[in-house]
């Protein structure tokens, strides 16, 4: 759905979340966009070595998983939250802002989140 519908955007496809780990250490990546629940490493983790590894990488939760004990923590590591099943129209327009608050803001990696959905 995105390759079609912003050809121009460079989109890479993790299968999980060590292999988004060595993605992250091995290419230049703008926005992540990860879920909470994965088999082989947390939405949770994955934020935490991303926002402590890769700071300047915009980070998105795209998840059904948001009622985690783990909230507040998820809510500090990522800068735009959106629910699961997100329309495709909703999850475009996250994905703008995320790439538009990286071209403002280099270092945009401090956290705090924006929820959407």
Known sequence: MLRATRPQWDITLAASGRQALMMLNALTIDVMVTDLDMPDLSGITLLEQCAARHPRVVRVVHSSHLETSE???????????????ARPAELIAVLERALDARRRNGDNGNGGSEACG
């Open 71 to 85: 909230q507040t923590k998820m809510r500090r590591l990522a800068q735009l939250i959106v629910n699961k099943p």
